[in-house]
C-alpha cells in the first residue's frame, strides 16, 4: 500500500520546538525540507509552561538568536510578559524569561514555517525508517507515504509510546490527549537503538474568572523594554502580570491522606522522572519539613482565560486535584479546567550519539530534543537547531558543526548528553557549565553570529551590523585604556557622587572602571563619547570590570582546548588497552570519545585513566590497536 | 601482559635486619625458580605461600642465601602481576648479592617507582593511592610507615571529603539563588559567605601544618651537629648511631649513587644530613666565621649545639648561640666525666627555653636523656601521631595550598563586594582541587546535592 511521496534533503520528524528550528535551519541553509508532525494543530505547541527563557535556558535562546534560529523572534512578537531576572547578582547569571501567549506563539512559528522557502510542512505519522546498510534513506508515514533523503532528524518529543496517567487513570496518548507516536518507538528498538523511559508531568489549569487574586501577590514584567533577540526593535509594551500563593497546611494535609492513590507511589509508573521538577506529593514527601510552597498563577494568552497553575504539577486523580485546589488561597473557588497529569514517554540513550547529533547506528539519521532525554523548550530547541544545522551539512557533504562547552550552553547540553548520558530529563542549570562567566546572556552574539554567518543562517546585512557593534566594543575598552582621569575636582565629585572614593593621582579610565561601584555611566559622566550606544557600554563595562576573572576561565579554556585536540579514532579498541579499569574500558566503547577531552568527561573514567589513554597516545600505541 | 620482569630491593636496609628482593613479571616465578632450592619448585606451589629453601648460584652450584620466598601469582598482587619476595638476611653484602643473581638470571633491575607504575598502569590502584605507595615505599621509619597507611586508608580523603562537603552546600546554596531565583530559600549573602570561607580557609591551614611535620617524617628531620674541635660531635654522632642502628639507605630506591645516613631516634627519623660535611666543620667557628655557619645551618631542621664541660666558654660559644637563633636548638654540654670548667648558669641563660642536656659520651651517660628532648620537641608535647593526618606528599601540600588561595581570592572578592557568583568561580575552583587530593572532581554531585538540599520543581 506504500506509495513514493517524494525526494528531499532533509526530513523533520516533528514540529515540536526542536523540529521546528531543525526545520528552518535546514530550509534556510539551502536543503529542500520536509517536516511532518502527527497533527499540524501542535506546532510548536508549549504543553506544560507558558514560558520561555530563565537562567541558563534564557542564554539558550539567545544563543539560538545568534545562530540564526527563531525561537527568539517568535517569543518577542508573542509574549505577553518579559523579566530579567538576577539582575542583583553578576552579568554572567542575568537572564531573560518571558511569559509566552501559547496560541499566538504556535500560530506565528506555523506561519514562518509555512512562508519559508525550501520547506514543506505536512501533516503525516512516521512509523518507520527506510535503513538501508545502516544508512538511514528516508522515512514511512501510517498512511503509506515513502518519503527519501540524504539525512532525516527525529523529534519526537513526548510522543514517543507516550502514556498518561491521572491517578489510577492510565492511557496511551502524546501531550495534552493528542495522537501518540508507537509504532516508531519499536521500529527503533528493532534497529538497534536503546531505550529509556522517562516521565514529566504538568500541573492543573484553572479559569482566571474564578481566582481570588486579592490575596495573591502580584508578579509583574519589568518596565524597560526586553527583548531575546538581538535584531527584535519592536517592543510589546503592553505586559500581563503573573501572580504568587502558596499551598497551605491543609493542602499538605490532603495530599498526605491521598499518596495511596498517587500513581508515583503505587508504583504504577515506571518512567524516571526528573528530580528538579517533583510533582506537588513529591515535594511534601521528600521535604515534609517545609510548611509551604510556592505557587505561581501564570497566564496562558491573551485570548483565553486559562491559567496555568505552577509548583502544583501532579498526577493525583482528578478528584483530588479538585479538592487540593480548594485549600490553596485564592484558588479555593477555582474551577479546574484541564486536569495535571504525568507523561511517560519513551526516549533513546544519548550516549549512542556523535557531538553532531548523528546516530552512531544508523548513518544519516539525527535526533534531537526530548527524544535525547532532556526536558524544556530551550533545550530542545538547541539541539533541533544543531541537528538542523549538521543533517543540511551532511546533504552538503561539509563536517559537522560542534559547539564546545566554552563557546555556548547548546555546547554543554550537547556535550552532556552525548558524553555522560543521562538517567533522567536533563534540564540545564547555569552550574552544570564550568566557563559560566564567558557563556553570558549579553554576549551570545558575540560569541556565535560568526558561526552563524559562516554556516549561512546570518544573512549579510545582519553580519555587518554585528561586526560593527563588536568593533565600536574594542575600540571603546581601547580608548578607556588609555584615557587618564585626572583627579580634578569635578571628577572627584563625580566619584563621590557614586559613593567611591576619591582619586589620588591620575588612572586610566578602565582601571576605575574596574572599582566595584563605578559603572559605564560614571566613567561616561568623567569622560563622554557619545557614539556608545547602551549595548556596547554594556560590554565595555563587563568587559573592563571582570576582566581579571574572564582571563582566569579563558586560561581554563585553553588548558581543556589541549584536550580536545588530542583526537582519539572512533573505532579503538578500549579493551586491548592495558591498564585501563574495567569499568573505564565499558564506558569508553560505549560513549567512543571523540577526544581525550571528551574522554576525561565520561563518566566511571577517572584521571588514572586519562593518564593511561595519555601514556598511549604519547607512545604511538593507538594506531597499533586500531580495529 | 607485555611487560618484562623487574627486580628490585624493597626494605630500606640496616645491619640485621630482614631485607626482601621483589621481582614482578611474568617470568618472576621462572626466573626465582632457576636459583631457588626447596622442597618443591617454585613454579608448583600455590599462589600467596612462602617457602623455606636455599639460593643456588647456578654458575658456581654454591648456595648463596638462606632465604623465605613467596609466591603471589597474579592478579592478587600489588601490581597484578607475577610477583615472588625473597626474604634474606638484610646485610649489604648478601641482599646485593641476591639482587645481582636476580639481575644475571632474566630480571631488570627497576627504575624508582617502577613496581607502583605498574600497579597504575595495571588498573590496580589509583593516583592517590599510588602517590601514597610511593611514600610507603620511600617511608624510612615505623610512624612515617603509619602516616603513609593512614593516607592510604583515607584519614586525608575523609578530611578533606569533609572540607569539600561544606564548599559544595555552600555552592549549592548559591546555585539554587541563580536557576531558582524566585525560589524562596535564604538568598546567600556575602555574610554568609565569608563565614563559611573562613572555616574552610582555617581547616585547610590547620591540615597544611601538619604537612611540615609529614614531610620531615617522610625524609627525616635534617640535623646538623655542631660546636667547637674537640668537644664531641664525632662521639655524639657516632652514640646516635650506634645506639639506634644507622639506616644506610638509597634515596633513589635501587641505584646507589648518594648514601645518606638516617637514624630513628624514638620514632623521629634524623637525616644526619651530609655526614661528610658535618665532619669537615669541626673547625666551622675558626674557619668560615658566624656568617658562613649561619648559611650551613639555615638548611638543619634540628641543631644539636656541643659544649665542652671541661673548657670555660668561649666568644665563639657564644656566638654559635647567636648563630642558631629562633631555630630548634638541644643544648648538649659534653664530657661531664671531666672537671668543670664550663659556667653553667651562663650556658643555662644562654640556653633560655633550649632544652639543655649533659652527657659523658665516652661514658655512655646522657644520651637517653638526649633522646627524650628530641622526641619532645618533635612531638611538641604529646601530639600523637596517630591521632594526625600528616600530608606527607608533595602534590598534595601543592593541591591543598591551591585550594587555599582560591579560598583566599574568593574572600578577597567577597571583600571587594564582588557579586556572588563571581566569587563563586573560586569557590568552586578550591572545591574542584579539593577533589583533585581525593581523585574525585565528578560535578554531578553538585545537581544532586541542589535537588536535595532544596525543593525545586514546576
Known sequence: ????????????????????????????????????????????????????????????????????????????????????????????????????????????????????????????????????????????????????????????????????????????????????????????????????????????????????????????????????????????????????????????????????????????????????????????????????????????????????????????????????????????????????????????????????????????????????????????????????????????????????????????????????????????????????????????????????????????????????????????IERLEHESIKPTAEVQAILEEAGSSPLKEPMTAANLLKRPEITYDVIAKMTPNPSVSDVVAEQVEIQIKYAGYIDKQLAQVERMRKMESKKLPEDLDYFAINGLATEAKQKLHEVRPLSVGQASRVSGVNPADISILLIYLEQGKLAKIER | MEYDTIAAISTPMGEGAIAIVRLSGQEAVPIADRLFKGKKPLAEVDSHTIHYGKLIDPKTNQPVEEVMVSVMRAPRTFTREDVVEINCHGGLVSVNRVLQLLLQNGARLAEPGEFTKRAFLNGRIDLSQAEAVIDLIRAKTDRAMNVALNQMQGRLSKLVGHLRQTLLETIAHVEVNIDYPEYDAEEMTHGLLNEKLQFVAEEIKKILLTAEQGKILREGLSTAIIGRPNVGKSSLMNALVHENKAIVTDVAGTTRDIIEEYVNVRGVPLRLVDTAGIRETEDIVEKIGVEKSRQVLKEADLILLVLNFHESLSPEDENLFKAVKGMDVIVIVNKTDLDQKIDMDRVKNLAGDYPLITTSLLKEEGIDRLEQAISELFFKGGIESQDMTYVSNSRHIALLNQALNHVEEALHGIEMNLPIDMVQIDITRAWEVLGEVVGDTVSESLIDQLFSQFCLGK
Request: proline content about 5%; aromatic content about 6%.
Open chain 1, 1 to 476: 500500500m506504500g506509495y513514493n511521496a517524494g525526494n528531499f534533503d532533509v526530513i523533520v520528524v516533528g514540529a515540536g520546538h526542536a523540529g521546528v528550528e531543525a526545520a528552518l535551519a535546514s530550509a534556510r541553509m539551502g536543503a529542500k525540507t520536509l517536516c511532518l508532525t502527527i497533527n499540524l494543530d501542535a506546532v510548536a505547541y508549549m504543553p506544560c509552561n507558558p514560558s520561555v527563557g530563565g537562567p541558563a535556558k534564557g542564554i539558550v535562546v539567545r544563543e539560538l538568536d545568534a545562530l540564526g534560529g527563531e525561537m527568539a523572534r517568535n517569543i518577542d512578537k508573542t509574549h505577553i510578559q518579559m523579566r530579567m531576572l538576577n539582575t542583583g547578582k553578576g552579568p554572567a547569571v542575568r537572564a531573560l524569561r518571558a511569559q509566552a501567549d501559547k496560541v499566538l506563539y504556535q500560530s506565528e512559528m506555523k506561519k514562518t514555517l509555512e512562508t519559508t522557502e525550501n520547506l514543506t510542512l505536512r501533516q503525516g505519522l512516521v512509523e518507520r525508517l527506510i535503513v538501508e546498510d545502516g544508512v538511514c534513506k528516508g522515512v514511512i508515514t501510517k498512511t503509506g507515504a515513502q518519503y527519501y533523503a540524504t539525512s532525516v532528524v527525529l523529534t519526537t518529543g513526548t510522543y514517543l509510546r507516550g502514556k498518561i496517567i491521572i491517578g489510577e487513570l492510565a492511557y496511551e496518548s502524546g501531550p495534552n490527549n493528542m495522537q501518540p507516536s508507537i509504532e516508531l518507538s519499536y521500529h527503533l528498538q528493532e534497529l538497534g537503538f536503546n531505550m529509556v523511559r522517562f516521565k514529566t508531568g504538568t500541573p492543573p489549569r484553572v479559569n482566571s474568572h474564578t481566582i481570588d487574586y486579592s490575596v495573591t501577590e502580584i508578579q509583574p514584567g519589568d518596565d524597560v523594554p526586553r527583548a531575546f533577540s538581538y535584531e527584535t526593535v519592536e517592543f510589546i509594551t503592553d505586559q500581563l502580570p503573573c501572580w504568587l500563593t502558596y499551598t497551605s497546611p491543609k493542602t499538605h494535609e490532603l495530599i498526605n491522606s491521598n499518596l495511596h492513590r498517587s500513581p508515583m507511589y503505587s508504583g504504577m509508573i515506571e518512567g524516571t522522572g526528573p528530580r528538579y521538577c517533583p510533582s506537588i506529593e513529591d515535594k511534601i514527601v521528600r521535604f515534609n519539613d517545609k510548611p509551604r510552597h510556592q505557587i505561581f498563577l501564570e497566564p496562558e494568552g491573551r485570548n483565553t482565560e486559562e491559567v496555568y497553575v505552577q509548583g502544583l504539577s501532579t498526577s493525583l486523580p482528578e478528584d483530588v486535584q479538585r479538592k487540593i485546589l480548594e485549600t490553596i488561597p485564592g484558588l479555593e473557588k477555582a474551577e479546574l479546567m484541564r486536569a495535571g497529569y504525568a507523561i511517560e514517554y519513551d526516549a533513546i540513550v544519548p550516549t549512542q550519539l556523535w557531538p553532531s547529533l548523528e546516530t552512531k547506528l544508523v548513518e544519516g539519521l539525527f535526533t534531537a530534543g526530548q527524544l535525547n532525554g532532556t526536558s524544556g523548550y530551550e533545550e530542545a530547541a538547541g539541539q533541533g537547531i544543531i541537528a538542523g544545522i549538521n543533517a543540511c551539512r551532511k546533504v552538503q557533504g561539509k563536517d559537522p558543526i560542534v559547539l564546545d562547552r566554552s563557546q555556548a550552553y547548546i555546547g554543554v547540553l550537547i556535550d552532556d548528553l552525548v558524553t555522560k548520558g543521562t538517567n533522567e530529563p536533563y534540564r540545564l542549570l547555569t552550574s552544570r557549565a564550568e566557563y559560566r562567566l564567558l557563556l553570558r546572556h549579553d554576549n551570545a552574539d558575540l560569541r556565535l553570529t560568526e558561526i552563524g554567518h559562516e554556516i549561512g543562517l546570518i544573512p549579510n546585512e545582519r553580519y555587518e551590523r554585528f561586526l560593527k557593534k563588536r568593533e565600536e566594543i574594542a575600540r571603546e
